[in-house]
């Protein structure tokens, strides 16, 4: 009896979890060293630190934004699923950046990885050390075009516009094309 009660019990637990699962929209990049071993690296460290990753993109190389005078970027968009609340999202992103071997030397400057939270659960989040929807997400053709490709109906929580519509009117110019490796 008691055994079959420890089950149930776990099966509910287990099934409230899969239901109060966050949806993280991701954003990975890297215009260094061998990009798409990073890209995997982080694709792994997500898996095993974060959460499920449910959807990827494709992978797409487009020139740098921000500060154009440096190497083209590979940048694919993930959906995730995670029991994690934002905050330990964002800690968990900063320690695998790090522990892959990002260096925070300048802003928009070249790295070896970036890992940008775009979206999360939809909502609208702003303090000091984190804005979701990502400030940059609807002017960016390299964020919009990958996350168009898996969620393009899914509307920004603050401009309150399809992602389709956001990658429509976008006047970023930067060539996106998919990576052929």
Not at 34 to 62: C, D, M, P, V, W
Not at 87 to 111: D, F, N, P, S
Request: charged share 25%; hydrophobic share 45%.
């Amino acid at each position: 009896m008691f055994f079959a009660i420890f089950a149930f019990i776990n099966f509910l637990h287990t099934k409230n979890k899969s239901l109060m699962a966050n949806i993280i929209y991701l954003l990975l990049g890297s215009n260094m060293g061998n990009r798409l071993s990073f890209l995997k690296q982080a694709r792994k460290h997500i898996t095993k630190k974060i959460g499920k990753i449910t959807k990827t993109s494709s992978i797409y190389e487009t020139a740098a934004w921000g500060k154009e005078n440096q190497s083209a970027f590979l940048n694919q968009v993930l959906l995730v699923e995670s029991d994690e609340e934002v905050t330990k999202v964002l800690a968990l992103v900063l320690a695998i950046e790090q522990e892959i071997g990002r260096k925070r030397l300048e802003k928009w400057g070249e790295r070896i990885i970036d890992i940008d939270i775009l979206l999360y659960n939809n909502i609208v989040i702003e303090t000091k050390n984190l804005i979701v929807p990502h400030p940059y997400l609807h002017l960016r053709r390299f964020t919009l075009l990958p996350l168009a490709e898996i969620a393009a109906d899914i509307v920004h929580s603050k401009l309150e516009k399809s992602i389709r519509q956001l990658l429509t009117e976008c006047d970023d110019v930067l060539e996106v094309s998919i990576f052929e490796a």
